[in-house]
């Protein structure tokens, strides 16, 4: 699987758009971005996934450069209960594959 | 999705003991995964768990110290054997139906004194 980069931790305010980066520089053709989010003390939950066009959920937005070494997660309204570690993933999806956690984005949302 | 209980949710054990960690999901899955996350780290994937068949084990791992039991479609176990304060983490059990995305169980926080 790729590998890939994201900051260490971001900042945002309660109801603004939190925006997320992701570099996946050596993405392959067939490997998909996924995003995983865990909440303090809980296992991590499924956000939203996507292979080359932009996707949204009830939960939040994945735009995916047209070269596919970027993503970006977007939480168009953040809450407090959106301060989480956010992981992004590039995962094989055809067939059998496991997920490979990185170190993740701490996301603190303020008040 | 998936309903996922993991049992215990934490435990705190003496070293040189086993404690055995169970999931159980609410219908049957193609996959399942035993996770471990140590303090203040990211999640390590130890094995997986393969119904009717020796679970695989990532590298690292071995099945002497974490034995797995998978006896069916919704159910598997994770044992932690002869436990040093070194394997105080956070267990966790994921499962997947195929090419979908992966579910977690809450995790069963370990602690060995």
């Known amino acids: 699987d790729a590998k890939t980069t994201q900051p260490p931790s971001m900042d945002c305010a309660e109801g603004r758009a939190a925006n997320l980066p992701c570099n996946h520089s050596?993405?392959?053709?067939?490997?998909?971005v996924y995003w995983y989010r865990q909440i303090h003390s809980q296992g991590p939950q499924y956000i939203i996934h996507?292979?080359?066009n932009n996707e949204t959920n009830e939960m939040a937005s994945l735009i995916i450069t047209e070269d596919r070494k970027s993503s970006t997660l977007i939480l168009p309204h953040a809450t407090l209960r959106d301060t989480a570690v956010y992981y992004c993933i590039v995962r094989v999806t055809s067939g059998y594959s496991t997920l490979t956690f990185g170190k993740g984005t701490m996301l603190l949302v303020s008040p | 999705s998936a309903v996922i209980s993991q049992k215990p949710s934490r435990d705190i054990c003496q070293r040189g003991t086993s404690l055995t960690i169970q999931c159980q999901v609410d219908?049957?899955?193609?996959?399942m995964f035993w996770y471990r996350q140590q303090p203040g780290q990211s999640l390590t994937l130890i094995a997986t768990a393969n119904q009717g068949s020796e679970a695989t084990y990532e590298s690292g791992f071995v099945i002497d110290k974490f034995p797995i039991s998978r006896p069916n479609l919704t159910f598997s176990t994770l044992t932690v054997s002869n436990m040093s304060p070194e394997d105080s983490s956070i267990y966790l059990c994921?499962?997947?139906?195929?090419?979908?995305?992966?579910?977690f169980g809450q995790g069963t926080r370990l602690t060995v004194v």
């Open positions: 994921s499962v997947s139906r195929g090419n979908t995305e992966a579910f």
């Open positions: 996507g292979l080359k």
């Open positions: 219908s049957q899955v193609t996959m």
């Open positions: 050596t993405i392959s053709g067939n490997e998909y």
